[in-house]
């Protein structure tokens, strides 16, 4: 093959010039290889529907039933948010306590003869920080599954009807 065939198609052809078959050049077989993903990425979400399809329709009866549930689930979660909350108002309490004890010690007091800060103590106030910082970032993950909740059940249940062709 010639040097500036070097990745291009060729053609292979026989004794009377009639072609018997195409080896692909780099842009032919890029092209292919591109077109084939795309092809098994789109057979791939088609599946997934049809099987998110099935189980919407065998899992539930009604619309009604998976509003039913959706709400049982955004109570769950409203219910665990309540109790972290509380949870958080027990901890800043205990904070605010720790901090007034801290206070009476070197390096917080300006009493000259304050002892130094009992090691136990900075560390139940480090770890009360740090408790209310896990709780905090839990109300956010709970505020963040009742929206994905919400949504989910939003587009499953417009889904189902579409599937039902309800209104």
């Given at each position: 093959?010639?040097?500036g065939c070097?990745?291009?198609?060729?053609e292979?052809?026989?004794?009377?010039?009639m072609?018997l078959?195409?080896?692909?050049?780099?842009?032919?077989?890029?092209?292919?290889?591109?077109?084939?993903?795309?092809?098994?990425?789109?057979?791939?979400?088609?599946?997934?529907?049809?099987q998110r399809?099935?189980?919407?329709?065998?899992?539930?009866?009604?619309?009604?039933?998976?509003?039913?549930?959706?709400?049982?689930?955004?109570?769950?979660?409203?219910?665990?948010?309540?109790?972290?909350?509380?949870?958080?108002?027990?901890?800043?309490?205990?904070?605010?306590?720790?901090?007034?004890q801290?206070?009476?010690?070197?390096?917080?007091?300006d009493?000259?003869?304050?002892?130094?800060?009992?090691?136990?103590?900075?560390?139940?106030?480090?770890?009360?920080?740090?408790?209310?910082?896990?709780?905090?970032?839990?109300l956010?993950?709970?505020?963040?599954?009742?929206?994905?909740?919400?949504?989910t059940?939003?587009?499953?249940?417009?889904?189902?009807?579409?599937?039902?062709?309800?209104?």
């Amino acid at each position: 093959m010639p040097y500036g065939c070097h990745g291009m198609d060729t053609e292979v052809l026989n004794a009377q010039g009639m072609v018997l078959r195409v080896i692909e050049g780099d842009q032919t077989r890029a092209a292919r290889q591109s077109r084939e993903a795309s092809e098994s990425k789109e057979r791939q979400l088609k599946e997934q529907r049809q099987q998110r399809d099935r189980m919407l329709l065998e899992t539930y009866l009604s619309a009604e039933d998976m509003q039913g549930l959706r709400d049982q689930r955004l109570e769950l979660l409203a219910a665990q948010y309540r109790a972290t909350e509380q949870t958080i108002v027990n901890m800043r309490e205990r904070q605010s306590r720790l901090e007034s004890q801290v206070a009476r010690f070197k390096p917080y007091s300006d009493n000259a003869n304050a002892p130094p800060l009992p090691d136990h103590l900075a560390e139940e106030m480090v770890n009360t920080v740090n408790s209310l910082r896990v709780y905090q970032e839990s109300l956010q993950k709970n505020r963040d599954e009742q929206a994905d909740v919400k949504s989910t059940f939003t587009a499953d249940i417009k889904r189902f009807k579409e599937l039902k062709g309800l209104r």
